[in-house]
């Protein structure tokens, strides 16, 4: 199994099929490629037929796309999704949310886990984005934490997607009260979120469209 992905401080939707791939008990090859240098995107069509990253190979059966990539995964591992249906069907939404939505928050706030952008970032749009993923993460903490310290008690997919987010609150000094904090704070001190944000601090290539605030 291999898992193309891009530079570990800014791509967001690399790092949701990486956790999902290690929390998942995975073993798999990771490819990195550095984004937006000359022939990057020569080097991903190699690996992926729509040119993005993250590209999962599992001996020869190509899934593109973080949510198809996860969803794979989880077939694999049911233990990625939680085994009931109701709370199953709530992590499949809040992470399809997290995948398509939010960008407002993205486009002010991308990730960029070696800065401290604390106080930059914000508009009432952002914020509007920041109050309905805080409300999420209270909702599910609320509904179907009881088994753990995770959106759905035990790690899933759900929190791969908003692994991203926790990086961004992070970075920009979001700080949620309540169970939300705490499950921002779970979020972060996650052994393999831990390893992703070290080998983030210690890449050298930066992009400037990602370094908006200097």
């Not at 037929?49 to 190979?57: E, M, Q, S």
């Not at 997919?157 to 921002?184: M, N, S």
């Not at 996650?190 to 390893?195: C, R, T, V």
């Amino acid at each position: 199994m291999k898992l193309i992905i891009g530079n570990k401080n800014y791509s967001s939707w690399s790092l949701r099929a990486w956790l999902a791939a290690r929390e998942g008990g995975f073993t798999f090859e990771e490819i990195r490629i550095s984004l937006f240098i000359p022939g990057s995107r020569e080097r991903i069509l190699s690996h992926s037929p729509a040119g993005k990253v993250p590209c999962l190979n599992d001996h020869g059966v190509v899934v593109w796309d973080s949510l198809a990539i996860g969803e794979y995964l989880a077939e694999k591992r049911p233990g990625l999704l939680p085994a009931d249906p109701v709370a199953r069907a709530m992590a499949r939404s809040v992470t399809a949310e997290m995948h398509s939505g939010f960008q407002s928050l993205r486009s002010r706030m991308p990730m960029n886990v070696r800065k401290d952008y604390t106080g930059f970032g914000h508009s009432p749009e952002v914020d509007a984005d920041i109050a309905r993923i805080v409300a999420i993460w209270n909702d599910c903490r609320a509904r179907f934490g009881a088994e753990g310290p995770y959106l759905f008690g035990r790690f899933s997919l759900a929190d791969a997607a908003f692994a991203p987010v926790a990086f961004r609150f992070q970075t920009y000094a979001v700080k949620p009260e309540g169970a939300a904090g705490e499950y921002l704070a779970t979020l972060l001190a996650n052994p393999h979120m831990q390893e992703w944000a070290a080998a983030a601090r210690a890449e050298t290539e930066s992009i400037a469209e990602e370094d908006l605030y200097g």
